[in-house]
């Protein structure tokens, strides 16, 4: 892979927010006297740290999470691959890498805010630049009630979408929608750092066999330790018996 896709920043709302608050407390730390002034001044280095971890995340650290996750699926290469909430396409590019002969298909409504630049036009161009266009399709659908028919793909994956789905009915769905349209013999692959626990529930009743893997030893402390222990990332793989 000679060129890399523009895959967005993530959440760019709250990478601003968090910036805005940052300086607001580092010049609150200048004003104030006495302890406040530390507080202040370790508030502000602690905002600007999760700022700079989102960025990094957005340019570096979601391609390599990307990877670990694709790689709990044995590939042939022949597979056709449902990428569900696919934003800019970080994993339908993924995926199409990894085929030979397969296809990709994109489905999102493209949610402003979510990402930067989050359109199905994005997908497109990015397929372009790595040079698997050729391999990879956009549809504009719900996750909740996708546009195709029971046992359509071979893999269907999704990266961060399950926490955007508000209540347990939607989550629910979107999760019966995957279990749907996935194969006999088919494998699935969905990584999120809320309600991972409810997904793996949720596939074993819609009669996937699925289980729940901590992303990675590092990724997984540095994350839970920085958002004191709420959010740990895991992926969800499953596949349906034959």
Same mark, same amino acid.
């Given at each position: 892979?000679? &060129?890399?896709?523009?895959?967005?920043?993530?959440?760019?709302?709250?990478?601003?927010?968090?910036?805005?608050?940052?300086?607001? @407390?580092?010049?609150?730390?200048?004003?104030?006297?006495?302890?406040?002034?530390?507080?202040?001044?370790?508030?502000?280095?602690?905002?600007?740290?999760?700022?700079?971890? @989102?960025?990094?995340? !957005?340019?570096?650290?979601?391609?390599?999470?990307?990877?670990?996750?694709?790689?709990?699926?044995?590939?042939?290469?022949?597979?056709?691959?449902?990428? @569900?909430?696919?934003?800019?396409?970080?994993?339908? @590019?993924?995926?199409?890498?990894?085929?030979?002969?397969?296809?990709?298909?994109?489905?999102?409504?493209? &949610?402003?805010?979510?990402?930067?630049?989050?359109?199905?036009?994005?997908?497109?161009?990015?397929?372009?630049?790595?040079?698997?266009?050729?391999?990879?399709?956009?549809?504009?659908?719900?996750?909740?009630?996708?546009?195709?028919?029971?046992?359509?793909?071979?893999?269907?994956?999704?990266?961060?979408?399950?926490?955007?789905?508000?209540?347990?009915?939607?989550?629910?769905?979107?999760?019966?929608?995957?279990?749907?349209?996935?194969?006999?013999?088919?494998?699935?692959?969905?990584?999120?750092?809320?309600?991972?626990?409810?997904?793996?529930?949720?596939?074993?009743?819609?009669?996937?066999?699925?289980?729940?893997?901590?992303?990675?030893?590092? !990724?997984?402390?540095?994350?839970?330790?920085?958002?004191?222990?709420?959010?740990?990332?895991?992926?969800?793989?499953?596949?349906?018996?034959?």
């Amino acid at each position: 892979m000679n &060129k890399k896709g523009n895959y967005g920043i993530d959440s760019p709302g709250i990478v601003a927010t968090l910036v805005a608050l940052g300086f607001a @407390m580092a010049v609150a730390s200048r004003i104030v006297h006495s302890g406040w002034r530390w507080f202040a001044c370790g508030l502000a280095g602690y905002l600007l740290l999760g700022a700079v971890g @989102m960025l990094f995340y !957005s340019k570096v650290g979601k391609l390599a999470l990307r990877e670990r996750l694709l790689d709990k699926i044995p590939w042939r290469g022949d597979e056709k691959v449902l990428d @569900m909430g696919c934003g800019r396409g970080l994993l339908t @590019m993924g995926a199409a890498h990894r085929l030979s002969s397969g296809t990709v298909v994109g489905v999102d409504l493209w &949610k402003r805010g979510a990402v930067s630049g989050n359109r199905g036009e994005s997908v497109l161009e990015n397929a372009r630049v790595e040079g698997v266009d050729g391999r990879v399709e956009v549809r504009e659908g719900d996750v909740r009630a996708l546009p195709f028919g029971g046992g359509t793909f071979e893999v269907v994956v999704s990266n961060f979408v399950v926490h955007e789905l508000k209540n347990r009915a939607d989550r629910r769905q979107m999760v019966a929608e995957a279990a749907r349209v996935l194969k006999p013999g088919g494998h699935i692959a969905i990584v999120d750092f809320m309600f991972t626990d409810e997904c793996v529930e949720d596939l074993r009743i819609a009669g996937v066999q699925a289980e729940r893997i901590r992303d990675g030893f590092l !990724s997984f402390w540095i994350s839970a330790i920085f958002n004191f222990g709420l959010l740990k990332t895991y992926h969800v793989v499953g596949r349906r018996p034959v």
